[in-house]
Each structure stands twice: as structure tokens, then as C-alpha cells.
């Protein structure tokens, strides 16, 4: 901006100076000079200021007065322009030049890409303010705008489908359910990729699916939560529903509104909520203020602000610092006040981007209490990484991946879908297991650990002399009730205190369906991480793999060859990384083994390394 406005200045100031020799305002030049130099209000400027010098530069000129600003001084005995044709070329050029303002403000893409089309005042609905233009994303030179399309494929998960179907239902007979708020039609998204634009030809970057066919109907009075790991394309979706970021392709119809039309996008701006991911915040104003400003422009009558900015504040616990510019809030209260300023105004649908990322414990159980409230009356969207969150929170969730749904419905529907099955914890009663009293070993623990694996053929994931942990797999369920019986039959026997049974936690429903994403991609991408073995080699193995047969380990006594399950976690910015393996044990005798690198780009690797060859699940499972 500052080299622009240097440039117009230096440009300003030679064109005033070539004006002041003489240029174009004398008979010398032709009438369309002087026209098309009159354009540019400072010449205009630059000559009636010389105008005004000629008539005042002696005691005895008449100067310029209202009644003679029609004439010309003596001093011009060419006279071209006067002082009131120069005002009326004034007056002209400031309404073109307030027009184009306009005009190039709507058809130039924002920050964020949006723009309307080159003829959007043509369209009568611009007028009108009913039905509004398409809004546009991308430049609006073609070479720099087109990019390919998103390629269609089904979903593999039967809810994400039936979702899908549910939509394509409503969306033929445009019948849409009242009780949906949000109803989102095949929503891709595609980032055009960085352009450089030289003499000749435009270099670009690869654009990039960020969101790839997403259809979901999202219910008023509920909390949809979309979870996924780091560049999923959570905000991507929102910032398209916000009309942050224009949509590529689908649709998404807000309360009756589509986000692709200017007018549906005015409409829906004025019916939502929006906490983004990072806090839009002005260091200079207090939280008040912030509020207040948000209040109004929301539309709320000035008598109710004060109350309403009280309220907010206090349920967000900002009183005590009501009057303390933003600059200097911390993190957490940054956070907070950006939650307010979402659910100010009464909004139909809020959408909520990780809105207690760096908060402490408490602070965050409160706003959890505010998000649970603020539910009745709106649909609400929330992205989290916290799975205690979601889990608490909404009422359906949909886990994305690589810019698709990968699976949805509610936090109990997922976890006995995509969860390993159930967890069993038992606690053991102190006398049993306090050292010194009982006994100082874990022996006590042993005949609940055989009982477990004579009956249901589970070992302990985690135990300690005070509990023991299982993961009982689903296809257990018609054993438990019995077996559970029992168990709590011996429990004196055992020396059990307590006994807890629940479904598998959503961060392993999360890392489950991360994982098998993960390993899609890296299938499609060839995306390989370093396992060290800890017998001291590495091998390269896809990313997600859960199963995997190393490579130069076939001897007389494991013909087959050896093989380990790859444990994965989340890093602390949610992208997968390997936590350990088991140790190295024979590939079973009948799991097929396929060699074959299944990765496109092996050249990429360094070179001797060797990869790792990927072993189904289910066959592995099937041993069992
Ligand atoms: N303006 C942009 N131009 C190009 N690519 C982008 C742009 N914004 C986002 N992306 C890419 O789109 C993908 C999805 O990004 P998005 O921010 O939606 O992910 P996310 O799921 O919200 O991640 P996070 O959990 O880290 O917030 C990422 O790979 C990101 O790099």
C-alpha cells in the first residue's frame, strides 16, 4: 500500500507539473487531450491554481470572483478552460471516479477470493434485493480463475451415504424440513493455488481439494461437531458457510438462504454467529466496546446494548475486566470474549472454531455450560480437538479427513461403530492391593487376568496393583452379560472393589478413522514414516498402517517371515506419529502376503531402504 501510495504521489506530481508548462490546456493540443487529461481531477487542480495565479499576480488584477468565473484573465490569450468549466469537470469526475470505486471494489477478489461478476449490476435481483447474483471466487483474469474439478466418489461409509441420500431427497423436491437449519448440497472447495503472473505467461502452484462433496442436513436446537486432524478442512467449511471463502462447487441453503447468491449471503450474515479460529480482536478497544460495536451492528435497539453487553460479559466471567483493552487480555480471555461476541445478537446458527483452545480447566467447563444453553433456540457448529468436548457437547458428530466425511452420527452410534468395542476397568479393594498388607506383588491380579482370557480371550491393555484395564472387541457382546454376572458374583473372592464398563473413548473412534484416512492417502500419495524397530532396524511403512511384514526377515524357523502392529497417536497438532510396536512375531501361516510396494512413489525413498509390505487387518483378526 505504501509503494502504491508513493507511486500515485510522484505520479500526481508530474503530471500537476507538466500541467503547469502549459500541457494540454492551450490551442496547441487537440480538444480530446485536454478531455482525457481532465480525467485525472489533480491536473484539473494543477490548472486552476494557475488559473487563480494569473489572476492575482499584480495588485491590479481582478482576480477570480463568482460572477467572472466563466472569463478568462488577460494573461490567457488562448483561452481553453476556465475556473467553471474546471469546476463542472470537477464535480463529473468525482461521481466516475466514486462509481468505479465501486464497481472495481465488488468485481475484484477480496483477501479471501470473493467477488461478484464483471455484470452484476445488470442483474435486476442486485436492485431489487431479491434473489441476488452469484458470488464469484478468483480472479478475474481467466488464466489465473479455473480450476479443475473435484473428482466425484461415493462415500464408503453407509451413514455418511444415507446422510447424503437424505439430502438428495429434500434437495429434488426442495422440500427442506423445518426443523433443519443448515442444509449443505455437495459442498466442494478447491484452493486455485498461488499465482505468479509474468510478461507472458501465469505460473501457478497446483490448486488444492481442500473440501471434496460434503452433504449434511444440520438440525436447529443441536450441536454439530466436526472433528478431524490438522488441514481436514474443518474451517474450510465453515469459512464457506460464513461466506469467508467462496464455495467451488454444491451448495449450502442457511434458514432458506443460499450461500451462493449476494443477496442469501446478506441474509444469512445477519442471522449468525461466528467465532473463528483466530481471534479477530482490536487491541485498542476494551471488551466493551467490542461488544457493544458488535451489538449494534448486529441491530439491537441502543437502550438494550448496555444490558445485553453486561450479560454477556458476565456469563463468560469478563466483568472484572470490562474495561480492559484486548491488547493486553490473555490468551484465555481473548478466547472468551470472541465467544460473546459469536452468541451476541441472538444468532439462528452459531459456528464455534475451537473456541476454548487455551483455556484452563475451568474456565473451559464454564463456557461448555454457555454452549450447552445457548443450544435451545439454534443450531450450532463446532470444531474442537478436544474429544472430551465434542463428546459432551454435541449432538451429532461427523469426523472429517482429507476433505471428506469419513463418518457420522451420534458420539455413542461412533463409538460402537468405529471403537474397538468396550472397556472394562477393575479396581481392586486397598486391602488386596496396598503394599505391605496383603500382598507387595500383582499376584492378586492374576486369576481375574485368567478368568478374563479363559472366558473371553482378552489380556490387559493396562494394569497396575490397583486396576486392571481390558478392551473386550464387539463380537464379545452375547458373553458379557453373563460373564459380568459372574464376575460380580466373585467380586469378594477376587478382592474386586468396583467394576466399570463403558464403550471405547471418541479419541479412539478419532484415531481409528485418522488412521484408516491416512492410510488411504498415503496409498494414493505415497506417504511413508520411519519405523525403528526395536531390534535396531528401520523400515519405511505408510502412514496408518496398523499391520505390517518387515521385509529381509524370512529364515528357517519363520519362513514367512516376521511381521509387528505399528501403535499410532496424535501429535500435539493432531497429525498421526508412530508410538511404538509390538514386539516382532512369525506372519501367521495363512495370511496372503502380497509384497507388491502398493506405494506409487518409491523412488522418492532413500535409497536400500526397505518397505515395509502392508497386512490386512482382517486377516490377522481372522487368526484370532
Ligand atoms: N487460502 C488457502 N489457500 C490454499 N490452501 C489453503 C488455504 N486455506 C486452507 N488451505 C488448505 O486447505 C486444507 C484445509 O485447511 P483447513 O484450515 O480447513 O483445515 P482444518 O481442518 O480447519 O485444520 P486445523 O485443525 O488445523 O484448523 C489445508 O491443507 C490447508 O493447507
Not at 338 to 356: M, N, Q, R, W, Y
Request: proline letters at 6%.
Amino acid at each position: 500500500a505504501t509503494t502504491v501510495g508513493f507511486s500515485i504521489f510522484i505520479i500526481g506530481f508530474l503530471t500537476q507539473l507538466v500541467t503547469t508548462f502549459g500541457f494540454p490546456y492551450s490551442d496547441t493540443y487537440k480538444s480530446y487531450y485536454r478531455a482525457i487529461w481532465s480525467l485525472f481531477p489533480p491536473n484539473l487542480f494543477a490548472k486552476a491554481v494557475n488559473i487563480l495565479g494569473d489572476a492575482t499576480s499584480t495588485p491590479e488584477d481582478p482576480g477570480v470572483s463568482w460572477g467572472r468565473i466563466n472569463q478568462c484573465t488577460y494573461r490567457e490569450p488562448d483561452c481553453v478552460i476556465t475556473i467553471e468549466t474546471i469546476y463542472k469537470w470537477l464535480i463529473t469526475t468525482f461521481f466516475v471516479w466514486f462509481i468505479l470505486a465501486i464497481y472495481f471494489d465488488n468485481i475484484i477478489p477480496n483477501a479471501n477470493g470473493v467477488r461478484k461478476s464483471a455484470f452484476y449490476f445488470l442483474n435486476p435481483g442486485y436492485w431489487t434485493g431479491r434473489g441476488g447474483t452469484k458470488v464469484r471466487e478468483g480472479s478475474i483474469c481467466s488464466c489465473m480463475g479455473s480450476t479443475p474439478p473435484v473428482e466425484e466418489t461415493s462415500p464408503t461409509d453407509e451413514d455418511v451415504l444415507a446422510e447424503e441420500m437424505v439430502v438428495k431427497q429434500t434437495k429434488e423436491g426442495d422440500d427442506i424440513d423445518p426443523s433443519v437449519a443448515v442444509q449443505v448440497r455437495g459442498l466442494t472447495k478447491t484452493y486455485p493455488g498461488t499465482v505468479n503472473a509474468g510478461c507472458c505467461k501465469c505460473k501457478r502452484t497446483s490448486p488444492y481439494h481442500a473440501v471434496k462433496g460434503i452433504w449434511v442436513n444440520l438440525a436447529k436446537d443441536q450441536l454439530f461437531c466436526l472433528l478431524g486432524p490438522n488441514g481436514a478442512g474443518k474451517t474450510t467449511v465453515i469459512n464457506c458457510l460464513t461466506g469467508i471463502t467462496p464455495i467451488t462447487g454444491g451448495d449450502a441453503i442457511i434458514y432458506g438462504n443460499s450461500v451462493r447468491s449476494s443477496i442469501g449471503m446478506a441474509n444469512i450474515r445477519r442471522m449468525i454467529g461466528v467465532c473463528p479460529q483466530f481471534d479477530i480482536l482490536w487491541d485498542a478497544l476494551t471488551a466493551v466496546e467490542h461488544l457493544a460495536l458488535f451489538a449494534s451492528i448486529k441491530g439491537l435497539p441502543h437502550t438494550e446494548i448496555k444490558a445485553v453487553v453486561g450479560k454477556s460479559l458476565a456469563e463468560v466471567k469478563l466483568t472484572h475486566a470490562a474495561h480492559v483493552r484486548a491488547g493486553s487480555f490473555s490468551g484465555g480471555m481473548k478466547r472468551r470474549l470472541s465467544v460473546a461476541i459469536a452468541l451476541i445478537g441472538d444468532p439462528k446458527l452459531v459456528f464455534l472454531d475451537e473456541p476454548t483452545t487455551g483455556m484452563d480447566p475451568i474456565t473451559r467447563r464454564h463456557v461448555w455450560d454457555i454452549i450447552e444453553d445457548a443450544k435451545k433456540g439454534r443450531a450450532i457448529v463446532l470444531t474442537t480437538h478436544s474429544m472430551e468436548e465434542a463428546d459432551i457437547l454435541s449432538d451429532r458428530i461427523a469426523i472429517m479427513a482429507k476433505g471428506k466425511f469419513r463418518c457420522i452420527g451420534t458420539s455413542i452410534r461412533l463409538k460402537s461403530r468405529f471403537g474397538t468395542g468396550y472397556i472394562a476397568n477393575i479396581n481392586f479393594s486397598a486391602a488386596t492391593s496396598l503394599p505391605g498388607v496383603a500382598s507387595r506383588d500383582d499376584s492378586h491380579l492374576e486369576p481375574v487376568k485368567r478368568f478374563f482370557y479363559e472366558r473371553l480371550r482378552v489380556k490387559p491393555k493396562e494394569e497396575n496393583k490397583s486396576f486392571l484395564t481390558f478392551v473386550i472387541p464387539h463380537e464379545k457382546e452375547p458373553l458379557l452379560t453373563s460373564f459380568f454376572g459372574e464376575l460380580q458374583d466373585r467380586e469378594r473372592e477376587f478382592g474386586i472393589s468396583d467394576i466399570q464398563l463403558g464403550l471405547t473413548t471418541l479419541e479412539e473412534v478419532f484415531l481409528n478413522i485418522a488412521k484408516q484416512a491416512e492410510l488411504e492417502s498415503s496409498a494414493a500419495e505415497g506417504t511413508l514414516v520411519t519405523l525403528n524397530l526395536t531390534s535396531g532396524t528401520s523400515i519405511q511403512v505408510p502412514k496408518g498402517v496398523r499391520f505390517v511384514g518387515i521385509p529381509g526377515t524370512e529364515s528357517e524357523e519363520n519362513p514367512r517371515g516376521l511381521m509387528v502392529e505399528v501403535f499410532w497417536e496424535a501429535d500435539d497438532a493432531g497429525s498421526l506419529c508412530i508410538a511404538g510396536h509390538s514386539p516382532e512375531t512369525p506372519i501367521p501361516a495363512n495370511v496372503e502376503l502380497n509384497r507388491a510396494p502398493s506405494l506409487s512413489r518409491r523412488a522418492s525413498l532413500p535409497r536400500g531402504t526397505p518397505v515395509g509390505f502392508v497386512i490386512e487387518p482382517s486377516q490377522i483378526q481372522n487368526q484370532s
